[in-house]
Structure formats: structure tokens, C-alpha cells
């Protein structure tokens, strides 16, 4: 390899281990590009206030003198920002030196000589991948009013509206609901742009040989075809002759088709988007508190834990894979998002840094197979995190441990030791009925007692309770319906 090929590669060598030039790159992808900084909303608020300058600064110069700092500040200040705006944006679009490194190490790995025409052909097509992108060409039209000496330059003022798709995720979304629906679209252009132009020719035909006929050019009748097919009907321009109105009928019904048509799919696809929308709100949303727990699940114990985890200074975000049980959650007013607690993908989409905003993970799923799952995929992420987890099977207790559960609750413990602690007092029965009619995943074993077994066990002594190690809690007899709580065994 040449000495000036050498110096290349060993200069954007040097530009990938520069820490300082890597945090300006940083910086700058910060407050252009990262929907997850601060500084990018602030300053998205900044280039919407500049868009809203120009535009009051047009309207005003139409028939009211304006100040020259003023028109200064507009045509000159303004221009330069948007300038430097478009050179910063394509900057960071791409790394030149990751593509010039990664050509350069993919050549010595293959035993080529580096290519170095390939390696700037690679790096031109990204640049104009993204020089010659809608958004692109919009910042560029945005500059063009610096040169406002040439009078027809300065309507490109109005283009600098264009820019506000860039910083307001609302059109961002808009534009979006377009993308996806692209195809009925341009069916739908297809459809009303053949409507127009036979009713034009038509319409051309049948009024233009009539004197008394207001249409004389094929512009005209072009106008009037699209003014009629879009329902609007100004009236300036209308056929009279017996042909013409046949054909106005024809295109009327067209109008009508194509105007339902565009509804329905407008509203189609909005409904479509409203799930991401609502998602990407949340996610948005998430750095508003400083700290959250996330619930992996929210069937019935989830569902008491996030409403008193609800009422402490964190938030509460819950993830279920169950798009019915995330509808409820959010019913309940609870951020929640249908992602899978068990899989790495979902915490990346959550945009979260797990080691600062998250206090802890539960896993409270009513399948252990679930929460070991969750348990192992969150202690992948992260070491330190706290997780506690529901365990359903006793068996299953050595598997949440190895996936890396601090912290375990085994339901049947809980009932136990409430049992152990309140039994022989009076409120005991009260506690344990209130336990298991509130919250219907704690099992006590209920015993139906039939003739048959009453006529073999005489009192409650010989049941033999103790034995087998139960606690007997009491004995509800319903033909009396009374519970005798406690009995004593004769």
C-alpha cells in the first residue's frame, strides 16, 4: 500500500480512537437525531420557533414595511442555522471512518491490496442516500431564501414550514400512517388520476364547440374535473350542455366513491397506528420518573401489586405479552406495554437504563416456566438489578434461584405462616376468609365431608389432623351454615 493511501486509513484510525472527536460526534447526534435526549426536544422547540419566525416575517412583508434587522435576522440569520443544521446532519449520518476501517480490515483479511476507490465510492453513496432523502432536500430549499435578492427565492421562505415533519413527532406519526398504507394510496391516485383525466377530455369534447359554454381551453376543463371529483363545486365553472351534465354525473358519483374510499382508509390506518402511537408515548413518557419496577405479567397477583405500588413515588410499567391483560392495565390507568418479559428485545425497546431507573423487576407470572424465563433474560442484562419472583410449584424454587431470583414468594408459605400466626385468636377466621376470597391464587384445600366419611369419623380427634401435619381451621356445617372455627376434637 502507498504512503498516501497509509496516511488515509491511519487518519481515520485516528479519528475512531479520538475520544474527543467521538464525543462531539456524540453531542451532535444528541440534539439531531436521539429521540431519548433532552436537548434534542429543546432543541427541535428552537428550530420550530425560527420556522415560525420566517413564515410571520413573509405574511408580514407582503404589505407592511419590516424592520431591516428584522429582515436580517430572517433571510441571513436564520439561513446560516439551517446551514449549519444540514452540514451537521450530514455528518452524523454515517461514519466515515467506520466505512473507511471496515473496507480497509475487510481487504488485509481477505489478502487484497486496500481499495481505496471503493472504500470512497461506499462512503459518497451513503452521503447521497441521504443528501438526495425528502427530508434532505426539504433542509436545502429551507437555505434558499438567503439569497433573497432574487425575488422568486425568497417564496422558498414558505418551504421552511416543510422542516416542521422533522421536528413534530405528530406529523412524524401523520407521515407514517401514510407509509403504511402506500400502496392503497397510490391505487387510489391511480384510480382518480384516470377519473380526471377521461372526464376532462370529455367534458373538452362535449363544451368546448358551445359558445355559451364556459369551457374553452383543456385546462379549464381540467379544473372543473378536479374540482368536481373532490365534491367541492365552486360553481364558476359549469357544463350546459346535455352531454356535458352526463358526463358531470358520472364524475360526481366518481367523487363521491373516491372521497368514502379515502375515509375509510385514512381512519383504517389510524386505527392501525393507534397501538404504536399509545406505545411510542410511553416510551417517551419513560424518562418523566426517575425510577421504576416493571411487572413481567399482570394477571391476579400482578394486578394488587401495581395498584400499592401505584401509590409510591416510582412508576410502575408493566410488561405482558397478552395484548387483553395490557388493555386492562392501561384501563386501570398503568403505563403497559405488550412486550415479552422473557425476551432481551424488549428491554432494549424500552430505551431504559436498567442499572439507574429500574428499582426492581418482578416476575409474577403464574407459570414458573414464565418467571424463571423472565428472571434469566433481565440477569443477562444486568448483575446488579433486584428481582423477586412469584413461584407457583415448590419443586421449581432451585430453578428461579439458579436464573438469579434475590428474592422469592411462594404463596403457600405466606398462607402458613398468616395461619400459624393468627390461629387460636378470634380474628383468625376473618383474616384467613378475607385472604382467600380476595385473592383467588391462594389454594387451602377444602374437604367435603359425605355421609360416609361422618359415619366413620365420629368427632374431630379422629381425623388425626396432627398426624399429617395439617392445621384444621374450622368446620362449616351447612345445614346449620355456621363455621366453627377451631374446633376442639370432641
Known amino acids: 500500500m502507498g504512503f498516501a493511501k497509509r496516511l488515509f486509513v491511519d487518519f481515520f484510525y485516528f479519528l475512531q480512537s479520538c475520544k474527543s472527536y467521538r464525543q462531539a460526534r456524540r453531542f451532535v447526534y444528541n440534539f439531531l437525531e436521539n429521540e431519548r435526549s433532552k436537548a434534542k426536544k429543546y432543541f427541535d422547540l428552537f428550530m420550530m420557533f425560527l420556522i415560525l419566525v420566517s413564515v410571520v416575517t413573509l405574511i408580514r412583508e407582503v404589505k407592511h414595511p419590516v424592520d431591516e434587522s428584522f429582515l436580517f435576522f430572517n433571510y441571513y440569520v436564520i439561513s446560516i442555522i439551517f446551514f449549519i443544521e444540514y452540514l451537521l446532519r450530514l455528518w452524523v449520518v454515517s461514519s466515515v471512518s467506520d466505512v473507511i476501517v471496515s473496507r480497509y480490515e475487510n481487504d488485509v483479511a481477505t489478502g487484497q491490496e486496500f481499495r481505496f476507490f471503493m472504500a470512497c465510492r461506499e462512503v459518497a453513496a451513503l452521503k447521497l442516500r441521504h443528501i438526495f432523502s425528502l427530508k434532505a432536500i426539504i433542509d436545502l430549499v429551507a437555505i434558499l431564501p438567503f439569497f433573497h435578492q432574487l425575488r422568486l427565492l425568497r417564496i422558498f421562505t414558505l418551504f421552511r414550514v416543510f422542516k416542521l415533519f422533522r421536528y413534530a413527532k405528530t406529523f412524524q406519526t401523520f407521515a407514517s400512517v401514510f407509509r403504511a398504507k402506500r400502496f392503497e394510496f397510490i391505487t387510489l391516485f391511480i384510480f382518480s388520476s384516470i377519473v380526471i383525466v377521461i372526464s376532462s377530455v370529455l367534458i373538452y369534447v362535449m363544451e368546448a364547440n358551445n359558445p355559451a359554454s364556459p369551457v374553452n381551453t383543456l385546462f379549464e376543463a381540467f379544473y372543473w374535473s378536479i374540482v368536481t371529483i373532490a365534491t367541492v363545486g365552486y360553481g364558476d365553472i ?203 391464587y391462594i389454594n387451602i384445600e377444602e374437604v367435603v365431608l359425605t355421609q360416609r366419611i361422618l359415619e366413620r369419623f365420629a368427632t374431630v380427634g379422629e381425623l388425626h389432623a396432627t398426624r399429617f401435619r395439617v392445621v384444621l381451621l374450622g368446620i362449616y356445617k351447612k345445614e346449620h351454615e355456621r363455621f366453627y372455627f377451631n374446633p376442639i376434637d370432641s
Open 238 to 440: 359549469v357544463p350546459i350542455t346535455e352531454g356535458g351534465r352526463i358526463v358531470a354525473v358520472f364524475v360526481i358519483v366518481a367523487g363521491i366513491a373516491v372521497l368514502a374510499f379515502t375515509t375509510s382508509l385514512v381512519v383504517s390506518a389510524f386505527n392501525e397506528k393507534l397501538d404504536e402511537v399509545r406505545e411510542t408515548k410511553i416510551l417517551n413518557n419513560l424518562t418523566s420518573k426517575k425510577r421504576y419496577y416493571i411487572l413481567c405479567g399482570y394477571e391476579n397477583i400482578a394486578k394488587e401489586v401495581a395498584k400499592k405500588l401505584s401509590k409510591s413515588e416510582h412508576g410502575v410499567l408493566i410488561l405482558d405479552e397478552d395484548a387483553h391483560r395490557i388493555e386492562e392495565a392501561r384501563k386501570e390507568g398503568f403505563e403497559a406495554l405488550n412486550y415479552d418479559p422473557g425476551s432481551i428485545e424488549s428491554y432494549h425497546k424500552l430505551r431504559l437504563d436498567l442499572h439507574a431507573q429500574v428499582k426492581a423487576v418482578l416476575c409474577l407470572r403464574e407459570s414458573d416456566v414464565e418467571n424463571v424465563y423472565t428472571a434469566l433474560t433481565v440477569r443477562a442484562i444486568s448483575k446488579d438489578i433486584f428481582i423477586l419472583s412469584l413461584l407457583n410449584q415448590h419443586a421449581n424454587r432451585k430453578k428461579l434461584e439458579f436464573a438469579g431470583a434475590n428474592e422469592i414468594l411462594y404463596d403457600k408459605e405466606i398462607v402458613g405462616m398468616v395461619s400459624r400466626e393468627f390461629i387460636g385468636q378470634p380474628v383468625a377466621f376473618e383474616a384467613i376468609h378475607a385472604l382467600r376470597s380476595e385473592y383467588s
